[in-house]
Every structure is written in structure tokens, then in C-alpha cells.
């Protein structure tokens, strides 16, 4: 059988931002269910309905998108993921919806090719894989595991070991952001001080040698208090390779 259509919880309450962003969805073949108050929302999370993502604005009268945040972290299972999209773009703001439990945090007016990506990079890591650790493709990279040989458009890329690690890990899970922990922890697997520039290095190293930019709809962004993550541009945004 066909795997079942996704079904999106979205909490908005301005009707036409609403509509926008289900008509949105509906053209990328997501089924969505739009509520427009915290509290409907929380009554058809209580009566299990099966949501695949929630889609919240933060700032509501009665129960906000944060309040609604806690209380999925606190009953429902940390599998199910949660995207803020809000007017609320302060670091100060991000950073305690991460904290809270978020999954990833978009700011108004978003584009819709942004949100798409965004949510389904949510969906693939939410996603069992058969093979987790398997040889995978995005855009013009294509990564063999086996051999740790990474190939832009079919040229190799020389990178170190540490540089190869660090590249796949940004390019299996473009839009996740990693914190300077996460990365000391999955690629060194021990804590690398704030002061050392090891991991500065190798992120310079990877931008250069992957040519991570407009060329190839790739950007390895940097938040200092939050992290990094590789961002995928629209395709109208592209340019071509020297």
C-alpha cells in the first residue's frame, strides 16, 4: 500500500496567512488541518489524531504556540516534529523555542520553497530509514559512505577524515541545526573548547572545498549562539560553477 498522505497541524489565526500557507501545502500533496486557537488544537492532540508535523504561530490570544509546544514535549512523543513560523525573530526568541523543544524556526513573511524544504527535512529525520549509515544524494553531491568519497557533479572532493565527517553529516541533514556541542560530540566524540578554532577550521575548509554557496544552492549558515546548518537555496537563486 502507498504510504498514507501526511497530514500538517497548522495553528494560525490570520486567516489570510492560513490560507496561504494551506494552499501551500496542499500543492505539495500534504493534507492539512488548520486551527486557529491553541486550545482546539491541544483537544485533537489529546484525542490522538495522527499529525505527521505541527506548524505554529507563537503568539495567539488564550493558549499560544509555545504553551501548545510544552505541553506535545511533556505527553506526546519526542518523535513528533514541531515548526515555529512567527514574527517573533529575536535570537532571544529562538533560542527559548529551541530550548522548549522545537524542531526548527521559521520568521515571517517566509518563502514557500523555504518552508517546504524546512518541513521536509523534518519529515526525513523523523523518518525510520532502513539504512541510516548508506550512501545518499543531495542536489550535486553525491555521498559513498564506503569509500568516504564525496563527488561534486562527479569530481571527487579531497577531504581529511574529519573534514569528510563533517561535510556528510551537514548534507544527510540539510536544515537541522547542530550546536557546537553536537558537532564536537558527533564528529571529535569529546567536548572541543569554545576557544579552540578546530572546528572553525574545518567549517572554513568544507565551505571552500565543497564551494558551498549560490553555485550549488548550498549555504553553511552560522548562529554563534545557536549553531550551523545548511540551508538549501531555491533553484531561481542558483548560479552556475565557474
Partial sequence: MPDPTPLIALLEDDPA?????????????????????????????????????????????????MEVLRWVRANRSETLPVIFVTNRTLESDLIEGLNAGAD?????????????A????????HRPSANPDGDFRLGDFTVDMATRQIRLRDEPI?????????AALFLRHPWRLFSRDDL???IWN???P??????DTHLSNIRKKLRLGPATGTLLCASYALGYRLELLPSSDQASLP
Fill in 184 to 186: 564536537s560530540a558527533l
Fill in 17 to 65: 496567512q492560513s490560507a496561504w500557507m494551506r494552499q501551500t501545502l496542499a500543492d505539495a500533496g500534504y493534507s492539512c488541518e488548520a486551527f486557529v486557537e491553541g486550545g482546539a488544537l491541544l483537544a485533537a492532540l489529546r484525542a490522538r489524531a495522527p499529525f505527521a508535523l505541527l506548524l505554529l504561530d507563537w503568539e495567539l490570544p488564550g493558549i499560544n504556540g
Fill in 104 to 116: 526548527d524556526y521559521i520568521g515571517k513573511p517566509c518563502r514557500p520553497g523555504e518552508l517546504l
Fill in 118 to 125: 524546512r518541513i521536509g527535512a523534518q519529515m526525513r529525520r
Fill in 194 to 199: 569554545s576557544a579552540s578554532r578546530t572546528l
Fill in 190 to 192: 569529546r567536548e572541543v
Fill in 158 to 166: 579531497a577531504l581529511t577524515p574529519k573534514e569528510f565527517d563533517l
